[in-house]
T-cell receptor, first 112, second 113 residues
Framework: ELKVEQNPLFLSMQEGKNYTIYCNYS?????LYWYRQDPGKSLESLFV???NGAVKQEGRLMASLDTKARLSTLHITAAVHDLSATYFC???WGGGADGLTFGKGTHLIIQP | EAGVAQSPRYKIIEKRQSVAFWCNPI?????LYWYQQILGQGPKLLIQ????????DSQLPKDRFSAERLKGVDSTLKIQPAKLEDSAVYLC???????????FGQGTRLTVV
């Protein structure tokens, strides 16, 4: 059974600071997804990581994947209030043919 | 490009009643998922369709939940009879193919009282 663990589950930080969210998964997988969810809203796709060593950046967010360590990270640079949300990582087994297994999410609050 | 459409957005029912949710995926997306998201948790896969065939329904409580995807496009998820613990947001998602992200609908928030 594929398990996905995120930490921290809750993070409060100040604007301008940097921080990293970690995502560990239990079974060999080379597909890792990051989603953002605002309160009462659906999930918005942020990054799709498809190979070992993959790194993608969008604005102040950067995601990376290390399949050997079964670890993905989401790094936030110089955080701004608008990035406050819940961030989920999800892994996919079966060569991409299976459904996504999600972590519990990281609830991020960025304070002015 | 139109997104994944779901209806209704909200539903309140009493326990032991039945309820149905509808999903229209993005045009051309062969894979369709139903997820259950309980408050404060990550989405949990209930069922996965590839066109009109079921790929994975191992986590679907089949004694009360059922789903179908007629003609490989729209899908419905039904709960009969509902229990209090079924209160959650039911998310539908569709995916074009391998190596692409799944796109999620707005979800249906179900409250069972």
């Amino acid at each position: 059974e594929l398990k996905v663990e995120q930490n921290p589950l809750f993070l409060s930080m100040q604007e301008g600071k940097n921080y990293t969210i970690y995502c560990n998964y239990s079974t060999t997988s080379d597909r890792l997804y990051w989603y953002r969810q605002d309160p009462g809203k659906s999930l918005e796709s942020l990054f799709v990581l498809l190979s070992n060593g993959a790194v993608k950046q969008e604005g102040r967010l950067m995601a990376s994947l290390d399949t050997k360590a079964r670890l993905s990270t989401l790094h936030i640079t110089a955080a701004v209030h608008d990035l406050s949300a819940t961030y989920f990582c999800a892994s996919q087994w079966g060569g991409g043919a299976d459904g996504l297994t999600f972590g519990k999410g990281t609830h991020l609050i960025i304070q002015p | 490009e139109a997104g994944v459409a779901q209806s209704p957005r909200y539903k309140i029912i009493e326990k032991r009643q039945s309820v149905a949710f509808w999903c229209n995926p993005i045009s051309g997306h062969a894979t369709l998922y139903w997820y259950q998201q309980i408050l404060g948790q990550g989405p949990k896969l209930l069922i996965q369709f590839q066109n009109n065939g079921v790929v994975d329904d191992s986590q679907l409580p089949k004694d009360r939940f059922s789903a179908e995807r007629l003609k490989g496009v729209d899908s419905t998820l039904k709960i009969q009879p509902a229990k209090l613990e079924d209160s959650a947001v039911y998310l539908c998602a569709s995916q074009l193919g391998l190596n692409t992200e799944a796109f999620f609908g707005q979800g249906t928030r179900l409250t069972v009282v």
